[in-house]
């Protein structure tokens, strides 16, 4: 079922990542890659996805229990194609990375620094693909009628 393996490798990279950012980079400095324009650095967020509300900690982290949960049970109860369960299968991912981050350290690690943008992660990311290709199916199989 490819629910499960994406939501296991995106919780796999975004626990490998976020330990290797954790051992190499001292918190709140930089490791350029890309010029100025993208870096590799060490934050803490306490908000949502790209540091947004900063203040909800809590909140965050029972939305991320109670999506984790609504998905498991959709994903079981519910016929669907294979690739909207792998879309699911990155929402529950990074759901669950972040929400591992928050019960063990009380923030999430962000560290993938684009200059232009809030500096996010891994499992931010998958939320965010899984998302867009969930919306993205919908407009193409939505009834034109």
Known sequence: MLFV?????????????????NAQVPFG?????????????????????????PAGAGLFLLASVIVALGLAIYVIRNQGDEWTFAALGLIMGGTVGNGFDRVINGTVTDFINVHFWPVFNVADSAISIGVILMLTGYLIRRPTS
Do not use: C, M, Q
Request: charged share 10%.
């Open 5 to 21: 393996v994406f939501a296991v490798a995106v919780f796999v990279a975004d626990r490998l990542t976020k330990g290797i950012v």
């Open 29 to 53: 400095t930089e490791v350029p890659l890309i010029g100025h324009l993208v870096g590799i650095t060490n934050v803490r967020n306490s908000g949502a996805a790209f540091g947004f509300a």
